[in-house]
């Protein structure tokens, strides 16, 4: 039933080097090898830089023995493999792994001190160019969301009050995230084969600055870790589990180990540095995976008929809840904006928050953490709402839109790569509509 859709897979995208020869044959295996421990000696200069590593073990010791390499030291090996990258025959693995070590040079110039501003990280680090965002975009949203929503005057104070009434109870938040993730897991298997032995598990943590996260722990397994500094929302509690698990992050991260570490030897998937273009892909993925599994109305009935009565929430307006997302996801472009104030304009941290509350309708705990992931996490912050642009341009919304979605999952695929596929098919879909930041 299911190997037809990796026969077509495979025809969407084209890839080179399908024949897997075996390893050593191909010279990228030996550029691999060391940028994998490349990764891992940069890793030793921040620990948010390898998010996830199931390669040799023997490496990971390497790395970790003694004072960590100069940075001048790093920048010069990284340089020298791209070169060495680049001199093997034309191949997306070639194209990923000289993207990626693009990225890895840029973050090592970072460490060196150099001071980078957002649009060149955005292209050097992440592969993508940051698109700006105006004013008025957000002042039609709050038009649209003053039609939408229910009472009178302030519609701050409107929009807190409706969304409250969505937020799920700390004792009851566990059954909620089971749910959704055992749902999430069964509508992917039935549209993409999952290796045997896949899992994960589930943790509820505090004091981060993003909402949930999935630590990818290799053997096809996964931590994801759900935040609640924030109360979470019943309308968005589905699509934030789809995204750390199924079809989003742990299900990509399981296909590439699977089906190329495992199955061609293409060590480079094995370790994961975050600052880098395959975070484009990953978010962008992760944020569409939601529609991929379910349509708008499998996803309210889901969320009415099972969450609500675990959430122990009554009466809730699905309806316009559902009317007002798209508002809220124009709306969510107030971040990248903000970001640009925080970070390149040295604005206050304060007049930021105001500008975040105001065109973002965000509240202020919520703007606050807004701010803190941008901190942590600088030009990040676009791999999301771009990587979700460019990856429903690449999809389209023909009939092979899922089987061209999976197959993002499971080969080399940089932001550049969805960028020539864009442009050769014109766009589709609409504009970004991202309303999801966590790693
Ligand atoms: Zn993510």
Redesign the pocket.
């Known amino acids: 039933m299911r190997a037809p859709l990796v026969v077509l897979a495979v025809a969407v995208v084209a890839c080179s080097g399908c024949r897997a020869p075996g390893r050593g044959s191909d010279p990228l295996d030996a550029v691999a090898d060391e940028y994998v421990r490349l990764v891992l000696a940069v890793g030793r200069h921040d620990p948010g830089y390898v998010d996830a590593y199931y390669g040799p073990p023997e490496w990971k010791e390497e790395a970790a023995r003694g004072e960590p390499r100069p940075v001048a030291d790093l920048l010069r090996a990284a340089t020298e493999l791209r070169a060495r990258a680049e001199a093997a025959p034309p191949s997306d693995r070639r194209e990923f792994l000289v993207k990626q070590l693009a990225a890895v040079e840029a973050f090592v110039r970072r460490l060196g001190g150099e001071r980078i501003p957002l649009e060149r990280e955005a292209r050097d680090l992440y592969d993508i160019e940051i698109p700006r965002h105006g004013i008025e975009e957000f002042e039609a949203a709050r038009r649209e969301l003053e039609a939408i929503l229910p009472g009178e005057g302030d519609l701050a104070a409107r929009a807190q009050e409706f969304q409250k009434r969505f937020e799920i109870p700390p004792d009851r938040l566990r059954a909620v995230v089971d749910a959704c993730l055992g749902e999430a897991r069964r509508r992917t298997a039935a549209l993409c084969e999952l290796p045997a032995g896949e899992s994960f598990r589930v943790s509820i943590v505090r004091d981060k600055p993003w909402g949930a996260y ?1 630590w990818y722990e290799g053997g096809l397994s996964s931590l994801i870790e759900v935040n609640t500094d924030l109360p979470l929302s019943l309308a968005r509690v589905f699509g934030l589990l789809v ?2 698990g199924y079809p ?2 742990h299900t990509m991260n399981i296909l590439l180990e699977d089906r190329l570490v495992r199955g061609r030897g293409w060590r480079e998937f094995s370790v994961y540095p975050l600052y880098s273009p395959t975070s484009v892909i ?2 962008g993925t ?1 944020n569409v995976g939601e529609e991929i599994v379910a349509t708008r109305a499998e996803r309210v009935a889901f969320a009415r008929d099972v969450l609500a009565p675990l959430a122990g929430l009554e009466g809730l307006d699905f309806e316009t809840m559902e009317k007002a997302r798209d508002a809220w996801r124009v709306l969510g472009h107030a971040r990248g904006e903000a970001a640009r104030m925080l970070l390149d304009e040295g604005e206050p941290e304060d007049e930021v928050v105001a500008f975040l509350m105001r065109h973002g309708l965000l509240e202020e705990p919520r703007a606050r953490k807004a701010v803190e992931f941008m901190r942590a996490y600088g030009a990040y912050e676009f791999a ?1 709402t771009v990587g979700e642009d460019l990856v429903r341009a690449h999809i389209g919304n023909g009939p092979d839109r899922v089987e061209r979605f999976f197959a993002l999952l499971d080969r080399p695929v940089t932001p550049s790569m969805l960028r020539r596929s864009g442009e050769a098919e014109g766009p589709a879909g609409p504009a970004s509509r991202s309303d ?4």
């Open positions: 999935n995204h750390e989003g992050h990953a978010e992760a999301y999801r930041r966590d790693p």
